[in-house]
Every structure is written in C-alpha cells, then in structure tokens.
C-alpha cells in the first residue's frame, strides 16, 4: 500500500515536472518572430540614407521593438560598417550613409546592405540600384505641367529608367496632391513623366509659394527616390495677425490692454508712492531723535 | 500703587523673558522639524518634483495648500491691528502686536512656500524679467510683498515707544539684545513731533492694509476662480476667501492670545474679557464663512452639472468626503455651538476652539485645491494609476510641516526679544483710567 502511495506521488511529481516543462516550451514558441526590414531614401539626389524597421510578431499581433542595436553593412558584412542602429519607440532605427565610405559607393551601380544583430546575419539580399529623380517645370500656353525624370545609374552613366511608378503632385502636409487626375506616373521610355498641373489656386506661403515634388516609393530596385521643386504656382496666403496684435488679457506681456496698465500701474504708484512716503517719514523721526 | 509704580510693575509683567525649560523644548521641536523639511527641501531640489507626489493633474498639492493657509491666517493683522485700531476698538491694545506678528510670519512663509512649489526657486527671477501683467499670479507676487512690507511697518512703528523702555532696561537685557534695540529704535525720544509723526504712519498704514489685504485674498482666490474647473468657476470666491481667512485668523489669535497668557502669566493683562469678546467676533466671523460655504456647495449641487456633480460627489460621499465633514463640523459648526454660550468663551474652550477652527482651515484649504484637480473637464486616461490619485510623499509633508514650525518660530523667537503686548500703550491707556476716575 505504501508503495502504491510512493508511486502515486512519483506520478504526480511527473505530471507537474511534463507540465512545467511543457509550459516553458509554449514560453518558447510564443517568444514571437522579429521581423526586420531596410527601407534606402535618396532625398533630392544629394542624401542617401537607410531606415529600419523592427516588429515583433506574437500572437498575430506586431509589436515595434525599442532599443534593439543592430549593425548595417555595405555590400560586405565585418567591413564596410556604416552604422550601429538602435531602433527607437516606434522600433524604427535611421542610418546615414558615412562619408568614409564613399569610394566604395562610388565603385559600383548596384550595393547590398546587410543587417547584422550581433554575430547574426538577419538581412543579406537587400540590394538596390543606384538612381536618380530630377523634377522641372513646363509652361506651354499656359497650361503648367511638371516633368519628372528618373535615371539609373549604368555602365558608368546614367540612363533614363523605364516604366517605375511614381507620385507627382504638390507637398501638403498630409502628404503627396497629385498634380492632375491621376494618383500615379509611369515614366516613359525616356525616363519621364509629364503631369499637367491641374491644381490651380492652391494657397502656398506668404510669397505664393508652393513645394513640387515626384517621389518613387518602395521601389523593388530602386528604392524610395524623392525631389523637390519650389515654384510661384500658389496663391499668396495673408496672415491675418489682427488677432494676436490686439491688446487682450491673452496676449503677451507687451500687448497688455490699456485700462489693465492704467488700473495696475495708478495701484502699485498709489501704494508704493504711499509707503515710500511713510519711510521718509520715519527717516524724519530718526533724524528729530539724532 | 502710585503710577511710576504701576509703570514699574507694567514693565516687569510685560518685558520679554529668557526661555524657560519648556520654551527650550518648544525650540527645540521646531527646529528640528524645520531641519527635517530643509533636508526634504534638499531632496526636492537634488532629484526635482519628482519626489513629490505631484503629477500631471494635481500640479498643485498640499504646498499651494499651505500657501492658501498662510495667506488667510495672515489677514487677522489687518483685523486686530487695522480695523479694530480704526474703529477705535480700546480692548484690542494687548492683541494688536500678536496678530501683526502672526502676519508678518504667515506672510513671510507663504512667500517661501509659493517659490518650494516652483521646483526651480532661480526661475523665480523670470517672473520678474517676463512677467505679464494679465497674469493673476504676476497680481498675487505683487500684493504679497505688498502686504510684506506693510506688516513689517505696522509691527515696527508701534515697536518704536517700547524699545525705548527697552534701550532705559540695558542691564536686564543681554547684549546681542541691546544691540538690537539700540539698532532699531535708539532714535525714538518720545517727543510730540516723533509721536506726532508716528501716530500719522500708523493710521495711513491701517487705512491702507484692509484694501491691501482684501487685494492679496482676492487675488489668491482669483488665482483659482480665473481657471474654468469645477469647483473653482465660482464669482463667489474673492468673498469666500475674505470671509474664511478672517475666521482663521481670529482663531489663530484665539490659540496665541492664550497661549502667551498660560506661559507668560499674562492673566492680567489678557483678561478673560479678552477671549469673551474674541469669541463673540469669531462667532460672527464663522457664521459668515459657513453662509458663503453654504452658497459654495449647495448653489452648484442644486444644479449638479455633470462636471460638478463628480467633484462634489467625491467630497459629500466619496474619496474626501470624511476630510470634507471634517473641516466643516471641526473649522465652523462646532465651533460656533461652543462660542454661542458665555461658558464657551472662557480661556480654555476658546483655546480648543481656536485650535479646531486653525485644524479645520488647514484641511479646508487643503480641499479647495487638491479634488478640483483630480476631476478634470476631460476624463483621466491612459495615465498611470498614481496620476489619478493624490496623497502627499513624505518630503511633502515634512517641507509643510516645516514652513509652519518656522513660523512658529518667528512668532517664538520675536516674543522672546520684544514685548509681545505693547507695553508702552498698555501704561498710557492704565494712566488715562487711572486718570478718569
């Protein structure tokens, strides 16, 4: 009988000890994956730079992952370091391509980045191709369009590139307004786009200006290109400072209203003036004591 | 008794004395709180606000509360030395300079306690350098040293006889003693022209600090009812805080005219007709401040807009509600009920009454501040949980206890160097009695 007890308690210890253990292993499997990705910008064809991102897939559900370092590398992984990256709260990381490595740059149409997580090699493959975007303006009888050009870096040359998608349109705060009726571009064989600039009275700055601007984004080669163009095209917008001149108990200390100063200053002068008098008057009794 | 005799004896009861083994004691526990508050004060300032349990909504806690505090209980100087001495009010000679220097201690530590609420006391300068005039606060810093410096004249002018008995006293005095008095009133001749001169400073002064006085209130108040909150978005305030400092500051005479009286052995010359006619003024001051708390809390709960309904909920059944029935039974109620019967207003009730409506005004200040701001317009979210809550950390509570066991000190360390009843008037009015009959 005793035993059977014993036996009954090495069971139980069993039980526990599989579930323990099976436990840690679903702790395991739901640890999550980390997804990683490289995103390359080449702003105004003068700043190249990277972006990456960080999630952590748990449960169907992505989660930014912050202050995780990674290292990325051009085209060689241990030598060509062009940054340490620690991803911030929205798990995104941004590195700039250094100086020091512009020969290598230079070298090649075509670069892979590779993305270290300490000895281990997450992204390997992410290749792009050198390119370019250039915008300008066309003003045919009146009728403004705005060309955008882009061109990819070949045989030492660059040549115009064909059939890339991309938004060309006017910078609002929002984002990209397209110039015509179209939501895309798709260049031609010479590397263009032409886009009649349909969106007329639009108010710019003070001066009427507004930001053109023709963007390729995710580009499988390419990457994200983007140029910039500042023209006249807009309506001048006035500011109406009225508002803020007006001498209210809102403003700034130097737009205090009139009867405030008048009613604070005739007080303080009052009272102040008042006492000011009465320490001369004690002066005087210490002067009749002396 | 002839009267350079009864001057003799006036003199003697009235001059200040050394400390006594108790006074020692009593030094002693104020000063070691206020050593535990500068430490606490030294934290403050070595890891920032951070040490406080302020947070995002309640921004102002229990310092702003203190501040309340010491402003109201500052107000009783122009009460017993303005408005009685205007009204020609003969009896209140014995209490004038205990309530000038309740004021000018209350007044100094409400300053202090105003720039320990800032967190970083050098940006005290930027009001100064940027200051707005619109700002109830800029008003506030203004009335304030306003208020300062004419407590310190109207405690110093009326001084000016009595340290002339005192500089006549040099070898009953020790010598750091003379050389203040000799410092500070060896001028004084006592001459028609000096007394002429004076008597014209003292009575500008009290005609001018019952306005100044009502200003710093008002302003305090302002500082609330010109912020849109429940609880505060009331035109009732500037009054509600007139009438409450008045009551406070009665109570806190009440507690020191006593006091002095046990200690000192003052019984005759703080009678207690003295008590009798300050229980029937603060009688009439609590009945004053228990109408406009009526007008406060019953106006908006008969109403109950859903803003004020939460705040008001919290404090008649909820989270403060024990704090709120509290003050109002302990601050008002009570004390009216014992002050009502000629028995309620011998020295000993109207000690423990002057300490229940002191206690009371504490904590009423306390509720004015702080469940306004844990009711917000918006609802609370996506905060953590200690934002929605306020109880003071413990550095709060020893910078609070602190500032007011420095007050006390003041107050303590002025009576053991000055006569703390007048004792010049005290033998002019004996003299003019004597005279009349």
New interface residues.
């Given amino acids: 009988m005793k035993k059977i007890i014993q036996n009954r308690y090495l069971l139980l210890f069993f039980v526990f000890s599989s579930m323990l253990f099976a436990n840690r292993s679903f702790a395991q499997e739901d640890a999550g994956q980390e997804i990683v990705k490289l995103h390359y910008y080449n702003s105004n064809n003068s700043i190249q730079y990277l972006i990456l991102e960080s999630t952590l897939k748990k449960n169907k559900v992505f989660t930014p992952q912050k202050d995780k370092t990674y290292q990325i590398y051009l085209d060689s992984a241990g030598t060509n370091l062009i940054a340490k990256v620690k991803t911030d709260a929205a798990g995104k990381g941004k590195a700039f391509l250094p100086p020091t490595l512009k020969k290598i740059w230079d070298a090649s149409p075509q670069h892979t980045f590779i993305v270290k997580a300490g000895d281990e090699e997450i992204i390997s493959d992410f290749i792009i191709t050198k390119a370019k975007i250039t915008i300008d303006t066309l003003n045919l009888d009146g009728i403004k369009s705005i060309v955008a050009t882009v061109f990819k870096f070949e045989n030492n040359t660059w040549t115009p590139a064909k059939d890339v998608e991309m938004k060309v349109g006017i910078q609002r705060h929002g984002g990209v307004l397209s110039a015509g009726d179209e939501e895309t571009y798709t260049t031609d064989s010479t590397g263009s786009v032409t886009a009649e600039f349909k969106k007329l009275n639009l108010p710019g700055n003070q001066k009427g200006d507004i930001t053109l601007v023709a963007k390729v984004e995710e580009n499988e080669f390419f990457g994200n290109l983007a140029a910039q163009k500042s023209v006249k095209w807009g309506v001048p917008t006035k500011v109406d400072t009225h508002f803020f001149e007006q001498r209210t108990l809102w403003t700034t200390r130097f737009k205090t209203p009139y009867w405030l100063l008048f009613m604070a200053y005739s007080i303080i002068i009052g009272v102040w003036g008042t006492l000011i008098y009465l320490v001369r008057q004690v002066i005087k009794i210490k002067k009749l004591g002396s | 008794m002839n009267t350079s005799s009864n001057d003799k004896q006036i003199t003697d009861d009235l001059m200040p004395q050394k400390f006594s083994k108790s006074g020692m004691i009593w030094v002693g526990i104020l000063s070691t709180i206020c050593v535990i508050g500068a430490y606490a004060y030294y934290r403050q300032l070595r890891y920032g606000l951070g040490v406080t349990s302020m947070r995002d909504y309640v921004s102002w806690g229990i310092y702003i509360s203190n501040f309340v505090f010491f402003v109201a209980i500052s107000l009783v100087g122009s009460l017993i030395t303005a408005i009685f001495r205007l009204a020609n009010v003969a009896w209140s000679t014995p209490l004038t300079r205990i309530a000038e220097i309740i004021a000018v201690s209350a007044i100094t530590f409400a300053s202090l306690i105003i720039i320990v609420d800032m967190g970083r006391p050098e940006r005290l300068y930027n009001l100064f350098a ?5 700002s109830p606060i800029a ?1 506030d810093v ?1 009335v304030i040293t ?1 208020y300062l ?2 407590s310190l ?1 109207l405690l110093y ?1 009326p001084l ?1 006889p009595d340290l002339k008995i005192m500089n006549q006293q040099k070898n009953k005095n020790s010598a750091w003693q003379n050389k203040i008095y000799i410092f500070l009133g ?4 006592g ?1 028609s ?2 007394v002429k ?2 008597d ?2 003292i009575n ?2 009290c005609i ?1 600090i019952i306005p ?1 006085a009502f200003c710093i209130h008002t302003v305090t108040s302002w500082l609330f009812a010109t912020t849109y909150r429940p609880g505060w978005d009331s035109t009732n305030f500037g009054a509600y805080f007139i009438s409450g400092a008045f009551l406070v500051g009665a109570g806190g005479v009440i507690v020191a005219m006593y006091v002095f009286r046990k200690h000192y052995h003052l019984e005759k010359y703080i009678t207690e007709l003295h008590f009798e006619k300050m229980g029937r003024i603060a009688v009439m001051l609590s009945l004053i401040y228990l109408y406009f708390n009526i007008n406060e809390y019953l106006v908006p709960a008969f109403k109950m807009k859903k803003s004020e309904a939460a705040h008001l909920a919290e404090l008649f059944t909820g989270e403060f509600s024990i704090m709120f029935w509290f003050a109002i039974m302990v601050g008002m109620i009570i004390p009216i009920f014992i002050m009502l019967f000629k028995k309620g207003r011998k020295p000993l009730p109207m000690f423990i009454t002057g300490i229940m409506i002191v206690v009371g005004a504490w904590f009423k200040r306390y509720l004015i501040v702080t469940p306004t701001l844990l009711h917000p317009f918006l609802p609370m979210q996506n905060v953590p949980d200690n934002y929605k809550h306020y109880f003071p950390s413990w550095e709060e509570w020893a910078i609070t206890m602190g500032s007011l066991a420095g007050a006390l000190l003041i107050v303590t360390f002025f009576v053991r160097i000055f006569p703390i009843i007048p004792i010049h008037e005290t033998i002019t009015e004996q003299n003019e009695k004597d005279h009349s009959k």
């Fill in positions: 940027h200051g707005r005039l619109q008003w203004i306003t410096f004419i004249f002018v000016l060896s001028f004084w001749k001459n022209e000096q001169i004076s014209k400073i500008i002064l001018m100044v």
